[in-house]
């Protein structure tokens, strides 16, 4: 049966772990990889990332489901991206005013949230159809499975690349570190092992439903993220 | 699809409708923005004086307290203290008032965007006495080593500047040279691997010390005037 696709959900757990693990942004969506792949060189710049692209999934999303009646169809995406931008700029000014050490590391990609096709894609895909509440929900998930995937990429480019973990030295000062996991390669080097390890993840939980699903999961995960 | 106004979606909603949502979540917007500027302004100020501060004070270790000054064609003027980001030097201070250096600034084009570096320059011994980055993108790992390798950092124990006997010109230009080539001390030994990062620091120092040094040194006498009051301590 055909569901009303501008039918809204009900809150459930899944709503929630949807980004963290089914639809992960990154290793299943394959949604914002631009600060993926350049802002990963270590784990704190990582977490800084992905704990700010959180906060601007968490404001746009609540915000455009709060104005959903109001904003007509013809100019929503231009709605959406004045409302995510000013959560970057709030973002923006907001690490400026925590550490400039930061701000300095991570460069540009703050701003380039705005573009961050996560966000711009919950906002149209689930917060503009939804209750406030799911779409709070759903966006947190969202930013954790974001996070966690640039925690993923960020230790072990970090570990592998300087020999640190959060700036801690891990193996001493004969460690030579692996310079090119630090360096723009390293970031698709590593992506393309978290991807491995998804696909095989997925292909043996496929295996597994196999008998008890006629459908395949690909189908519908195609589906929805196209 | 049929374009056809009997089929077609319900009609659109009126301009007025459109210019008005657009309109309204603008300004909603632009209150944010500014409410959170004005919020944090006062902070991210004095971030970026705190970090303008470690860094004189990382290239002139000797010094206890600091004063800024304006330098151009017709002199040298002692500035406010909270005029820090106007300044074009910062002179150190020791506690006995006497002067222990100059932190000047200086930028060039390096690898990727452009390397803004703040170096201590010492009258007395004429040479460059410490090198800081103030700003830079440089590939982290490689290009950014310039600020925390160590035998890049040695560079700078005194790296020559001498000015001529007229006080126009360094008498040898600041110069990069590739890794393990240096022979003379106004030469620097770039680090391998980084080399384009090394020599737009090398740059900015011969760009920034041909132009300031000379003017210094015509109006150095302001740098020891009343040097007891108005200094500030890090």
């Not at chain 1, 231009?78 to 970057?88: D, P």
């Not at chain 1, 159809?129 to 929900?137: D, G, Q, S, T």
């Not at chain 2, 009997?6 to 209150?31: E, F, N, V, W």
């Not at chain 2, 041909?210 to 040194?217: A, C, Q, V, Y």
Request: overall charge neutral.
């Amino acid at each position: 049966m055909m569901k009303d696709p501008r039918a809204p959900e009900a809150l459930s757990w899944s709503v929630f772990t949807q980004g963290i693990w089914r639809d992960n942004p990154v290793f299943v969506m394959l949604l914002g990889l631009c600060p993926a792949l350049a802002v990963s060189n270590t784990a704190s710049n990582a977490l800084a990332m992905g704990l700010a692209t959180t906060f601007v999934l968490l404001c746009s999303g609540v915000l455009v489901s709060l104005l959903r009646k109001v904003i007509p169809k013809q100019v929503r995406i231009a709605s959406y991206i004045i409302v995510i931008a000013t959560f970057v700029t709030i973002v923006d000014y907001a690490i400026q005013a925590i550490s400039l050490e930061l701000y300095k590391a991570l460069g540009a990609f703050i701003q380039l949230i705005v573009v961050n096709c996560i966000i711009l894609g919950r906002a149209e895909a689930y917060a503009s159809k939804n209750h406030v509440i799911n779409a709070f929900v759903n966006a947190l998930g969202m930013g954790v499975g974001f996070t966690f995937a640039m925690l993923c990429l960020g230790v072990v480019r970090e570990v592998l690349g300087s020999g640190t973990l959060f700036g801690v030295s891990l193996f001493g000062p004969d460690f030579q570190p692996w310079a090119v996991f630090v360096l723009p390669p390293g970031g698709f080097f590593i992506l393309a092992f978290w991807l491995f390890l998804f696909a095989v993840l997925k292909k043996r939980k496929q295996v597994r439903m196999a008998g008890r699903q006629p459908k395949s999961e690909t189908e519908k995960e195609v589906a929805r993220a196209t | 699809m049929s374009r056809n106004p009997g089929t077609a979606s319900p009609t659109p909603p009126r301009s007025m409708a459109l210019i008005g949502t657009l309109g309204g979540i603008a300004m909603m917007s632009g209150l944010l923005v500014a409410t959170t500027f004005q919020l944090t302004r006062e902070r991210i100020l004095q971030n970026r004086r705190e970090a303008l501060e470690r860094a004189v004070f990382k290239v002139l270790p000797e010094a206890t307290g600091r004063r800024s000054f304006f330098l151009n064609e017709e002199g040298l003027q002692a500035l406010p203290d909270d005029a820090l980001g106007q300044a074009s030097l910062y002179a150190g201070y020791d506690d006995s008032g006497a002067l222990t250096g100059v932190a000047i600034e200086g930028s060039a084009r390096g690898y990727q965007d452009v390397v803004k570096v703040l170096y201590g320059y010492s009258l007395e011994r004429e040479c460059i006495t410490g090198m800081t980055v103030l700003q830079s993108s440089e590939t982290p790992g490689l290009g950014d080593r310039v600020e925390t390798d160590p035998a890049f950092q040695a560079n700078f124990e005194c790296l020559d500047a001498r000015l001529n006997p007229e006080s126009t010109a360094l008498v040898h230009e600041i110069v990069t040279v590739k890794h393990g080539k240096k022979t003379d001390s106004w030469q620097i030994d770039a680090i391998s691997g980084a080399t384009v990062t090394s020599t737009a620091v090398g740059r900015a120092l011969q760009q920034s010390a041909s132009e300031i040094l000379p003017l210094l040194h015509r109006y150095e006498a302001a740098l020891y005037e009343n040097t007891a009051e108005e200094r500030t301590s890090p």
